[in-house]
């Protein structure tokens, strides 16, 4: 119980934080870009409340929990209107870039910190090759510990975002890329983006979530071991 209790105590607050620069990231290059509407709606903010949506942040990975499945959820997102940026199509793929690149830029400067600063927390090898914190669980929690999970999370919140699945933000790239006639179809998946996330859940709860260890497992683990080796930081096994 105690060792869940601190694990969740560093992770937690790591993933809150990650969540929200990614949807406040989205905002501020949507008015940047010329659509108001996320600072108009009081959106622009790192206040955690106002961005949890009651379904997608608690009822779905609560209910989840609770039955043994598999932990996904959402936050609500930030209101985009397209028409109103100064290049829609463009737009729209700056505005979904920025998400994920907030995120790999909070990874780079969390690295950083731990170059300049940590003393190596020992790390393992884990099962997919995911790296995991030897001396988390069950020890003292320290910064530089947090800022190691908080190296992974940005990074896997990141690339998962990336997937050119409707509604990630990977969808809004690849529509952006398509020739127009070809775009007009695709972006019609946005209406059913969360069948299609209902269908993620589903699909990783009756076989699991192995198929992570084929797609976004691998490219968060070689981006931690290029960002600490650009670094010069040896967490403990490479």
């Known amino acids: ?19 929200v620069f990614h949807e406040v990231a989205h905002g501020y290059a949507a008015k940047a870009l010329g659509d108001p509407t996320a600072s108009e709606r009081g959106r622009l903010t790192l206040n955690p409340i106002k961005h949890v949506d009651p379904i997608g942040t608690l009822l779905v990975p609560g209910g989840l929990l609770l039955l043994g499945g598999p932990p ?8 985009v209107n397209q028409r109103r940026l100064d290049n829609p199509r463009f737009g729209m793929m700056a505005v979904a870039a920025a998400g994920p690149g907030i995120n790999f830029v909070l990874a780079t400067l969390s ?15 884990g099962p997919g090759g995911l790296v995991f914190v030897a001396d988390a669980v069950g020890e ?4 530089e510990t947090a ?14 975002n990336l997937l ?8 809004h790239i690849v529509g952006g890329l398509l020739p127009d006639r070809l775009r007009r179809h695709w972006m019609r998946l946005q ?15 009756i076989f699991g979530p192995g198929w992570l260890e084929l797609t976004i497992l691998p490219l968060v683990d070689a981006a931690f071991v290029f960002l600490f080796g650009l670094f010069g930081y040896n967490p403990g096994f490479f």
């Open 164 to 171: 050119p699945i409707p509604p990630f933000d990977g969808s």
């Open 140 to 143: 003292a929690l320290t910064a």
């Open 72 to 79: 996904f959820g959402w936050a609500k997102p930030v209101p």
């Open 191 to 205: 209406n059913v983006g969360v069948l299609l996330i209902v269908g993620v859940i589903a699909y990783s709860w």
């Open 111 to 125: 690295a950083f910190l731990l170059a300049s600063f940590g003393q190596g927390v020992g790390l393992v090898e």
């Open 147 to 160: 800022l190691l999970y908080f190296v992974l999370i940005n990074l896997f919140l990141g690339l998962f």
């Open 1 to 19: 119980m105690y060792d869940n209790l601190v694990f969740a105590a560093m992770v937690i607050p790591c993933i809150v934080i990650a969540i």
